[in-house]
């Protein structure tokens, strides 16, 4: 293929991230429209998971839909939200028996590619921890509890950033309460030089930068534009995706079948490399090697 041909049929890179961001944002949806409620931490959990699998994979390898309701499962039991299959599938529109095998399909894939390194760290108990402290130590701020909702409003915007690869839980938890003062034309500026930065003045210029950038962020993600265009971007994913991850074709399911057939023979494979390391030691020896505590003398 020529190089114009490559870019009609491949996605570009950011054909790419206009369908990632489009699903992304399905994601959070799905995890808020959920059945029962999803705790918070399970939702930040699915979005983080969802961010670092695409760090390293393309979406024409893994189709972001298939890779969602993964993430979603995975996180809600990492982060012990009890839910059984046959009641996460009931939110799922659709065939709920597809769904299932491809979740189970692909979670030890989702896991692998994340490393096994499944603790995520979300900024929402640190808000609790600065709101107790403010309450405490800082009373010039008045009824921190009026500042709630503007909170959660940032702490949801900020995920569908990449903040949470740039910034700690507690910095993005900082800048939440920054966000929610403001909202209430109140300022957490004494907050962070007289408590927070008190034994660190150095840090103080770092950490003010640290939150106007995040709230550029979220004002930025405020301006993606995906709907337009995003239909023609489906149509040719479904051109060019790897059709060996794609649950609905014929390579998929010989695929399947083929690691199928080697776990069945594994067993038998392993057996027969046993029987072969026996019989080599009883030609070396006269008596026969013990198995299962057992020995016998030849002859």
């Not at 393309?58 to 993964?70: E, F, L, R």
């Not at 599938?89 to 499944?118: P, S």
């Not at 910095?171 to 209430?184: E, H, M, R, V, Y």
């Amino acid at each position: 293929m020529s190089e114009e041909q490559i870019k009609k049929f491949f996605l570009t890179v950011q054909e790419e991230r206009i369908l990632y961001k489009y699903y992304e944002s399905k994601l959070f949806k799905f995890c808020q429209n959920f059945q029962p409620p999803m705790p918070k931490n399970v939702i930040g959990c699915s979005v983080q998971y969802f961010k670092r699998f695409y760090l390293n994979n393309s979406v024409m390898d893994y189709h972001p839909k298939d890779i969602i309701v993964t993430c979603v499962y995975l996180a809600s039991k990492v982060e012990e939200f009890n839910v059984s299959m046959s009641q996460f599938v009931a939110n799922v529109k659709g065939d709920r028996e597809k769904a299932t095998e491809i979740i189970l399909n692909h979670e030890h894939l989702l896991m692998k590619q994340l490393n096994f390194d499944l603790t995520i760290y979300n900024p929402h108990r640190a808000v609790e921890g600065f709101l107790i402290d403010i309450k405490t130590r800082y009373i010039e701020l008045s009824e921190p509890e009026r500042l709630r909702p503007a909170i959660e409003e940032f702490l949801d915007k900020v995920q569908l950033t990449d903040a949470c690869f740039l910034y700690s839980p507690s910095q993005i938890a900082l800048a939440a309460i920054s966000w929610g003062a403001i909202k209430f034309k109140e300022s957490t500026d004494g907050y962070l030089s007289d408590i927070i930065c008190e034994a660190h003045p150095d840090k103080l210029g770092y950490l003010r930068e640290a939150i106007k950038t995040m709230f550029v962020m979220i004002k930025n993600e405020a301006l993606h534009v995906i709907d337009p265009v995003r239909s023609s971007l489906e149509k040719k994913l479904e051109k060019c995706r790897n059709q060996e991850n794609n649950p609905s074709s014929s390579a998929y399911k010989r695929k399947l079948e083929e690691l199928d057939e080697d776990d069945d023979t594994e067993p038998v494979k392993k057996y027969s490399k046993l029987l072969e390391l026996v019989e080599e030691k009883i030609l070396q020896s006269d008596t026969v090697p013990q198995l299962g505590g057992f020995a016998m003398e030849i002859g």
